[in-house]
Protein backbone atom coordinates (compact mmCIF):
# COMPACT_ATOMS: atom_id res chain seq x y z
CA UNK A 1 0.00 0.00 0.00
CA UNK A 2 1.05 3.51 -0.34
CA UNK A 3 1.63 4.12 3.09
CA UNK A 4 4.53 1.70 3.18
CA UNK A 5 6.54 3.77 0.67
CA UNK A 6 5.32 6.95 2.14
CA UNK A 7 6.74 5.14 5.33
CA UNK A 8 9.96 4.71 3.65
CA UNK A 9 10.09 8.12 2.19
CA UNK A 10 9.69 9.63 5.86
CA UNK A 11 12.34 7.71 7.33
CA UNK A 12 15.07 8.55 4.48
CA UNK A 13 13.46 12.24 5.38
CA UNK A 14 13.83 11.77 9.54
CA UNK A 15 17.49 10.72 8.83
CA UNK A 16 18.46 13.66 6.39
CA UNK A 17 16.32 16.63 9.01
CA UNK A 18 18.05 19.39 10.75
CA UNK A 19 18.57 18.70 14.15
CA UNK A 20 16.64 21.16 16.28
CA UNK A 21 17.47 22.72 19.50
CA UNK A 22 15.46 24.20 22.58
CA UNK A 23 11.70 24.29 21.87
CA UNK A 24 11.98 23.71 18.45
CA UNK A 25 13.07 20.16 19.51
CA UNK A 26 9.39 19.37 20.70
CA UNK A 27 7.70 20.37 17.62
CA UNK A 28 9.57 17.68 14.94
CA UNK A 29 9.26 14.94 17.50
CA UNK A 30 5.28 15.59 18.54
CA UNK A 31 4.31 15.89 14.78
CA UNK A 32 6.27 12.54 14.26
CA UNK A 33 3.75 10.65 17.53
CA UNK A 34 1.20 12.07 16.22
CA UNK A 35 1.17 11.15 12.52
CA UNK A 36 2.69 7.20 14.51
CA UNK A 37 -0.89 7.17 16.56
CA UNK A 38 -2.82 7.93 13.13
CA UNK A 39 -1.18 5.08 11.46
CA UNK A 40 -2.11 2.92 14.42
CA UNK A 41 -5.85 3.73 13.85
CA UNK A 42 -8.26 2.16 11.74
CA UNK A 43 -9.52 3.00 8.30
CA UNK A 44 -13.39 3.86 9.53
CA UNK A 45 -15.81 2.04 7.98
CA UNK A 46 -17.40 4.57 6.14
CA UNK A 47 -14.33 5.47 4.36
CA UNK A 48 -13.96 1.51 2.97
CA UNK A 49 -17.40 2.57 1.84
CA UNK A 50 -16.80 5.18 -0.01
CA UNK A 51 -13.91 3.53 -1.51
CA UNK A 52 -15.85 0.45 -2.46
CA UNK A 53 -18.14 2.61 -3.77
CA UNK A 54 -15.81 4.37 -6.23
CA UNK A 55 -13.84 1.36 -7.04
CA UNK A 56 -17.72 -0.51 -8.31
CA UNK A 57 -18.28 3.44 -10.35
CA UNK A 58 -14.50 3.35 -11.83
CA UNK A 59 -15.54 -0.57 -13.25
CA UNK A 60 -19.17 0.69 -14.30
CA UNK A 61 -17.51 3.06 -16.51
CA UNK A 62 -14.84 1.48 -17.98
CA UNK A 63 -17.82 -1.32 -18.92
CA UNK A 64 -19.60 1.29 -20.20
CA UNK A 65 -16.39 2.92 -22.56
CA UNK A 66 -15.59 -0.64 -23.64
CA UNK A 67 -19.22 -1.11 -24.94
CA UNK A 68 -18.99 1.64 -26.58
CA UNK A 69 -15.68 0.82 -28.39
CA UNK A 70 -17.20 -2.14 -29.93
CA UNK A 71 -20.37 0.01 -31.14
Known amino acids: MK ?3 FMKDSQTRD ?8 AYAEIPRKLKAYY ?3 QDEAIPDRFLDLLEKLEQ ?3 AAQQADSIREFE
Open 3 to 5: VDT
Open 15 to 22: TAAPEFSG
Open 36 to 38: DSL
Open 57 to 59: AEQ
